[in-house]
Every structure is written in C-alpha cells, then in structure tokens.
C-alpha cells in the first residue's frame, strides 16, 4: 500500500533573511514566508517570487530584475539557492508548470 507523505518547508536564520530581503524589494509578496522561501534540505533553498513586474519578460529580464536584490546576500546564502522561480500571477496558477508544483508540494529529498 503506497503511503503519502508531506515534506515540511523548514525555516531557519537564512531563508527568513532572504524573505526579508526579498520583502523589501518586492513589497507584494505573499505574508506567508511558505510561499515564498524555504529550505528544501540543508544545501539547498528554494525561491519563488511572484510578480506584475514579471509580466512580458523572459526570464534573463526577470533575473535582472532580482539579481540586485539576490546579489545583497552573502556568496554562501547565494549559493544555497538552487531553485529560482521568477512568476507572474498568471503564470503561477499554471497546472502544467511542474516546477512551480514541485515548489508547493516538495518531492522527499534523500539529504
């Protein structure tokens, strides 16, 4: 019998610091510091920003947009982030996008 699991969004002093510093660079984010940031495993932190700003840029131009914001982190929390998802709202209730899925309901990490 398959059993389901549901693997928790930790929190800890760095993925709180990058939600406080995203906030303050994009002041429309989700209150919920879940949607947002959270430590997949302890080498790896998953981002999603969802913004208007997002809208009709590829993602080379969303990334300009955060790279300022993300590049006020020291290297090492840098580093930690491996998944970056840069969104609008449309696009975040896409149910075919399977890395914005993956974002909300994380697969077991074997770390």
Request: net charge negative.
């Amino acid at each position: 019998m398959a059993t389901t699991h549901t693997v928790r969004k930790r929190q800890d002093s760095t993925t709180r610091l990058v939600y406080r510093t995203l906030r303050e660079h994009f002041p429309e984010l989700s209150q919920n510091i879940e949607d947002v940031v959270y430590r997949y495993n302890p080498a790896s932190i998953r981002v999603r920003v969802i913004d208007p700003r997002f809208e009709g840029k590829s993602f080379r131009e969303r990334e300009k947009l955060i790279a300022g914001v993300l590049s006020s982190l020291t290297e090492a929390v840098e580093s930690d982030i491996t998944l970056l998802l840069l969104l609008t709202a449309e696009e975040a209730q896409d149910p075919t996008d399977l890395m914005n899925l993956e974002f909300d309901d994380p697969s077991r990490t074997r770390l």
